[in-house]
């Protein structure tokens, strides 16, 4: 069964406003969850490094105060689009390192379409 | 973390075994070679990784050369479900970044 959910699974929304996406681990603590994002036909970027009780790491050309990532719970990492344009519409996808340091479990995405 | 280099597409017969090469030639001795594979508008999906030695499960087998600069996964018995694009990634440990590159979209037609 899925390790990794997200919520929600697409979202439409007007220009301008925000949006918040949920990753959560199911039955086990992520104290580190990555958020990736990936645009039609293209391969996923990482955006930044989540980590529990601290700032998120970004990468670079990721802009901190757009993409809001909040890391409160051992089992829950959100990112805020905030004042979301049309190119911010895309696919954003969380992770997770297994405990066993093998291999890391995803969420199933979450399509976002700002019009 | 090394990079990897991978053809862009491969198609594949359903019922026969699926071969995806990957190129690591600047792999270092304590990197791993791990697959993952992302079905169309799905989250990317764990495979296998190795090290040094050829490695099998339930889903697929990985070989990798004794100079480590290259691995192939091999897909025993591909089928339909298996259409999906397959990266090759090359790190420390799973709980690095995950760099993702163009990887390889296997298309398995009937």
């Known amino acids: 069964g899925a390790v990794v959910s997200q919520h929600p699974s697409w979202v439409i929304c007007k220009s301008g406003t925000s949006v918040k996406i949920e990753c959560r681990s199911l039955?086990?603590?992520?104290?580190?969850m990555f958020w990736y994002r990936q645009f039609p036909k293209q391969s996923l970027m990482l955006m930044a490094t989540?980590?529990?009780?601290?700032?998120?790491?970004?990468e670079q050309g990721v802009e901190k105060d757009k993409f809001l990532i909040n890391h409160a719970s051992l089992t829950l990492s959100t990112l805020t689009v905030t004042s979301a344009h049309p190119e911010d519409s895309s696919f954003y996808i969380c992770?997770?390192?297994?405990?066993?340091?093998?291999?890391?479990?995803f969420g199933p995405g979450t399509r976002l379409l700002v019009l | 973390d090394a990079k990897t280099t991978q053809p862009p597409s491969m198609d594949c017969a359903e019922g026969r075994a699926a071969n995806l090469p990957c190129n690591h030639s600047?792999?270092?001795?304590?990197?791993?070679v791990y697959w993952y594979r992302q079905i169309h508008s799905q989250g990317p999906q764990y495979i296998i990784h190795?090290?040094?030695n050829n490695e099998t499960n339930e889903m697929a087998s990985l070989i990798i050369t004794e100079d480590r600069k290259s691995s192939t996964l091999i897909l025993p018995h591909a089928t339909l479900r298996d259409t999906a694009v397959y990266y090759c990634?090359?790190?420390?440990?799973?709980?690095?970044?995950?760099?993702f590159g163009a990887g390889t979209q296997v298309v398995v037609t009937p």
């Open positions: 990634i090359v790190l420390t440990d799973s709980w690095g970044k995950l760099q």
């Open positions: 190795g090290l040094k």
């Open positions: 989540s980590n529990e009780g601290s700032k998120a790491t970004y």
């Open positions: 039955d086990f603590q992520a104290t580190t």
């Open positions: 600047t792999i270092s001795g304590n990197e791993y």
């Open positions: 992770s997770t390192p297994a405990g066993d340091r093998e291999t890391q479990y």
